[in-house]
């Protein structure tokens, strides 16, 4: 627990957060190993879990018909993925696989949820973080959007 | 604003482009060639600085402002990357081994690599905006003892939209070098073991001296406003970045004022510019 205690402490995702607060989230959390192309979900599937990935990393991507998987965004160390499990209807609408081996703390869904719920501090903190990343990743998203290395005619080019 | 020296002569002669051969014609990418060209004679060779470029005349088409991509250690090569995007640079593309074409330059002003001196170097490049930076690469790996930490960020459309891919594998795999290379795509199938996202995002990880740290950023320029905000954003001060700015550049001498940016000319006051030196100019839409 101890452990555990100190692996979310000084995840970068967590900094910051109070010990109580630290020690009601160890009690949710495992530590868990993926190899490589190991899944650590899969779309469709119940999303009962967050992820905070400690070390190694991870892939994210979805299956196009006619295609096949396309890679959606890569996840470092540091990263926290699987907000999922937060909200209904608790599916995952993505896989997740590692690209080499990766080491996460995992939370339970199910244990994290009513802890969040029952004390709003705490629920604030993570939320707070969370909305961070979302931020963070909604940026990444719109400039992936923007194709913004596909010079078209007419554009200056460097 | 400084003008280029108002003497007919020399504008005339500063105009004129001077006739080279194509040497060589490396395929990058799809769209995107690197041509060798027979520099002009001169005495001590084609001399550059990092990020300085030249105006390439194709023949019976037009004249472009493009970077010189080769090694400023080797004055007997003149590189330049070009991406079939226009009509010019449509045809530069076409160009083959012993074709001709029109060369002016160098001009601008390039890259401020005494000021990298003795610090940490921060590489951020986006699509053909690794061009323009990879002479700075090679003049780091020449004197690689003046600087401290030196890494570069990369970021292409796709895994076959990456140029320098063998340059860029044979940097990060060379334990000697220490330099830190990152490669990132946009988009990717399952068979790239890759990072795929944006360039900023690889920021994330990097090691960032906030004192001791100059940065070099290169690419769309709105991917260059993410950059400099997510470099600010880890401690960077608007005095340690550097950008590479284009803008429609037909003289190349600081006279004819199509490339006005600001109170400057891009292709005699730039095209690099210190962060603080241009202000707001850089999300200003009017500019």
Same mark, same amino acid.
């Given at each position: 627990?101890e452990?555990?205690?100190?692996?979310?402490a !000084?995840?970068?995702?967590?900094l910051?957060?109070?010990?109580?607060?630290l !020690?009601?989230?160890?009690g949710?959390?495992?530590?868990?190993?993926?190899?490589?192309?190991?899944?650590?979900?899969? &779309? +469709?599937? &119940?999303?009962?879990?967050?992820?905070?990935?400690?070390?190694?990393?991870?892939?994210?991507?979805i299956?196009?018909?006619?295609?096949?998987?396309?890679?959606?965004?890569?996840?470092?160390?540091?990263?926290?993925?699987?907000?999922?499990?937060?909200?209904?209807?608790?599916?995952?609408?993505?896989?997740?696989?590692?690209? &080499?081996?990766?080491?996460?703390?995992?939370?339970a869904?199910?244990?994290?949820?009513?802890?969040?719920?029952?004390?709003?501090?705490?629920?604030?903190?993570?939320?707070?973080?969370?909305? !961070?990343?979302?931020?963070?990743?909604? &940026?990444?998203?719109?400039?992936?959007?923007?194709?913004?290395y !596909?010079?078209?005619? +007419?554009?200056?080019?460097? | 604003?400084?003008?280029?020296?108002?003497?007919?002569?020399? /504008?005339?002669?500063?105009?004129?482009? *001077?006739?080279?051969?194509?040497r060589? /014609? @490396?395929r990058?990418?799809?769209?995107?060639?690197?041509?060798?060209?027979?520099?002009?004679?001169?005495?001590?060779g084609?001399?550059?600085?990092?990020g300085?470029?030249?105006?390439?005349?194709?023949?019976?088409?037009?004249?472009?402002?493009?970077?010189i991509?080769?090694?400023?250690?080797?004055?007997?090569?003149?590189?330049?990357?070009?991406?079939?995007?226009? %009509?010019?640079?449509?045809?530069?593309?076409?160009?083959?081994i012993?074709?001709?074409?029109?060369?002016r330059?160098?001009?601008?002003?390039? $890259?401020?690599?005494?000021?990298?001196?003795g610090?940490?170097?921060?590489?951020?490049?986006?699509?053909?905006?690794?061009a323009? %930076?990879r =002479?700075? @690469?090679?003049?780091?790996?020449?004197?690689?003892?003046?600087?401290?930490?030196?890494?570069l960020?990369?970021?292409?459309?796709?895994?076959?939209?990456i140029?320098?891919?063998?340059?860029?594998?044979?940097w990060?795999?060379?334990?000697?070098l220490?330099?830190?290379v990152?490669?990132?795509?946009?988009?990717?199938?399952?068979? $790239?073991?890759?990072?795929?996202?944006?360039?900023?995002? %690889?920021?994330?990880?990097? #090691?960032?001296?906030?004192?001791?740290? /100059?940065?070099f950023?290169?690419g =769309?320029?709105?991917?260059?406003?993410?950059?400099?905000?997510? %470099? *600010?954003? #880890?401690?960077l001060?608007?005095?340690?970045? $550097?950008?590479?700015?284009?803008?429609?550049?037909?003289?190349?001498?600081?006279?004819?004022?199509?490339?006005?940016?600001? =109170?400057?000319?891009?292709?005699?006051?730039?095209?690099?510019?210190r962060?603080d030196?241009?202000?707001?100019?850089?999300?200003?839409?009017?500019?």
């Amino acid at each position: 627990m101890e452990v555990l205690e100190q692996l979310l402490a !000084n995840h970068p995702f967590l900094l910051g957060l109070k010990a109580k607060h630290l !020690n009601l989230l160890a009690g949710c959390a495992a530590r868990q190993e993926y190899g490589r192309g190991d899944f650590l979900f899969r &779309e +469709g599937t &119940e999303a009962d879990q967050m992820f905070l990935l400690h070390s190694g990393r991870v892939t994210l991507e979805i299956h196009q018909p006619g295609i096949g998987e396309i890679q959606l965004e890569s996840l470092l160390p540091g990263d926290v993925l699987g907000w999922s499990c937060l909200f209904p209807p608790y599916r995952w609408h993505v896989d997740a696989r590692a690209l &080499e081996p990766a080491v996460v703390l995992i939370l339970a869904g199910d244990c994290l949820r009513p802890k969040l719920d029952a004390d709003p501090e705490l629920g604030y903190a993570v939320t707070k973080r969370l909305l !961070n990343k979302v931020h963070e990743r909604l &940026e990444h998203v719109r400039m992936q959007r923007l194709d913004l290395y !596909n010079v078209r005619p +007419g554009e200056r080019i460097p | 604003m400084k003008l280029a020296k108002s003497v007919p002569g020399a /504008v005339t002669e500063a105009m004129v482009p *001077e006739v080279v051969r194509v040497r060589q /014609v @490396i395929r990058e990418t799809g769209d995107t060639i690197t041509l060798n060209i027979a520099p002009p004679p001169r005495a001590g060779g084609f001399l550059f600085k990092p990020g300085q470029f030249n105006m390439l005349y194709a023949f019976g088409k037009g004249e472009v402002p493009i970077s010189i991509s080769g090694d400023p250690g080797h004055p007997s090569e003149l590189l330049h990357t070009v991406r079939a995007v226009g %009509l010019v640079t449509s045809e530069l593309t076409k160009l083959q081994i012993g074709d001709r074409l029109g060369v002016r330059g160098p001009y601008g002003n390039g $890259w401020p690599m005494e000021r990298a001196k003795g610090n940490d170097l921060v590489i951020v490049a986006g699509g053909l905006g690794l061009a323009p %930076l990879r =002479p700075v @690469i090679y003049h780091v790996l020449r004197q690689r003892g003046e600087f401290r930490r030196v890494a570069l960020y990369y970021g292409a459309r796709t895994p076959q939209d990456i140029l320098f891919l063998h340059e860029l594998e044979h940097w990060r795999g060379r334990l000697d070098l220490d330099l830190s290379v990152e490669v990132t795509v946009d988009r990717a199938g399952a068979d $790239w073991f890759g990072h795929v996202g944006v360039v900023t995002a %690889l920021l994330a990880n990097a #090691y960032l001296a906030t004192d001791g740290t /100059v940065a070099f950023v290169c690419g =769309p320029e709105i991917m260059m406003r993410f950059a400099v905000r997510e %470099l *600010e954003r #880890y401690g960077l001060a608007r005095t340690q970045i $550097w950008l590479s700015l284009e803008r429609n550049m037909k003289c190349g001498v600081g006279l004819c004022g199509h490339c006005q940016y600001g =109170p400057t000319f891009v292709c005699h006051d730039g095209p690099v510019y210190r962060l603080d030196s241009i202000g707001d100019l850089l999300s200003r839409r009017e500019i």
